[in-house]
């Protein structure tokens, strides 16, 4: 009987065991749960994360593009400056030129009048016609 008693005993402490091995499978479980729960959120996250990435890299190409364009538009709009600034200087050159030229049209105008004036004269003179 006492054997009996000892192997009750034993047997009970052997279940006592099972049944805390029992709860800490129970807690693993749920803890082994919450992790490929928590495992699942930062997948997810990550990919988000990589999507966003992604599309800053986009960004960054589309700015460092836009920014080549804007040099190259810059660049074009100097060279018309220039241009523009040389054209203005030939206007300017054309516009002198021609006031020289006006004036030389009225000098040699006036020399016409005066010599067509001279010529009348010196035949109205050579011609009686004196008045």
Excluded: C, P
Excluded at 15 to 31: A, C, G, M, N, P
Excluded at 52 to 65: S, T
Excluded at 69 to 74: G, M, P, S
């Amino acid at each position: 009987m006492r054997e009996r008693a000892e192997r009750v005993d034993k047997l009970e402490s052997e279940v006592q065991r099972y049944r805390e091995k029992l709860s800490d499978v129970e807690f693993y479980k749920t803890r082994v749960d919450e992790l490929r729960e928590d495992n699942k959120v930062l997948l997810e996250t990550k990919e988000m994360l990589e999507e966003q990435l992604q599309r800053a890299r986009k960004r960054g190409d589309h700015v460092l593009e836009l920014e080549s364009e804007l040099l190259k538009y810059k660049q074009q709009v100097n060279e018309l400056a220039i241009e523009r600034e040389a054209g203005r200087e030939k206007m300017q050159e054309l516009y002198e030129e021609n006031a020289q030229l006006q004036v030389l049209m009225k000098s040699a105008l006036n020399e016409t009048s005066t010599v067509s004036i001279e010529s009348e004269a010196g035949d109205d003179i050579e011609g009686g016609r004196l008045n």
